[in-house]
């Protein structure tokens, strides 16, 4: 099996910050025991600030690393995960999303009433013959070099925003002033 992710999250009513859940079933597909796995921060290299909270690993608090300017989360595991194998991490996140356009293109951004949330969560990256791809990428082009994964996201944000997502939309629940839906992919 893929790797799964759960990502329960809210929009805040003022359009600048998130805070959410990232739950990952991380199933090891590479030929090599892994002694640690890594997630993406891309929001403080985009202008942004993401903060990592209550990390556990199958359940068990941990304490993460930090590399490359606090975009890389480097989590160590208890023991290595053999090939074939799965454990779950999981981790609280909050965003304060930026408001300047000109930063990254707007890929991450609250301008102008308009909410882009590209990078927005913790993700896990490929890992290669290189080992773990966390270097510090171009200020152009894809930053996303990550393995295909199943993601199930639930966004909780205030009523009056279209919500427009490349993913499948699964339910679409309103209540007085916010709405809540989840996508899959």
Request: no cysteine.
């Amino acid at each position: 099996g893929g790797t799964v992710s759960h990502i329960p999250f809210t929009l805040a009513a003022d359009r600048v910050q998130v805070t959410g859940r990232d739950e990952v079933r991380y199933t090891n597909r590479e030929n090599a025991e892994l002694a640690e796995v890594k997630f993406r921060l891309f929001p403080n290299l985009l202008g942004g600030e993401i903060t990592v909270s209550n990390l556990t690993v199958a359940g068990q608090p941990v304490s993460p690393s930090y590399e490359l300017g606090k975009s890389v989360l480097a989590v160590m595991l208890p023991e290595a995960l053999p090939p074939g194998a799965s454990l779950v991490l999981g981790m609280e996140f909050e965003l304060a999303i930026p408001t300047d356009a000109e930063t990254n293109y707007a890929v991450l951004a609250s301008v102008d009433n308009v909410v882009t949330l590209a990078h927005a969560y913790p993700f896990i990256p490929a890992y290669d013959e290189n080992g773990w791809n966390v270097e510090i990428p171009a200020q152009w082009g894809d930053l996303t070099y990550a393995d295909a994964s199943y993601y199930a996201v639930r966004v909780t944000a205030p009523a009056s925003l279209t919500l427009v997502a490349s993913w499948r939309e699964v339910s679409h629940e309103a209540d007085g002033s916010t709405q809540t839906v989840l996508f899959t992919l």
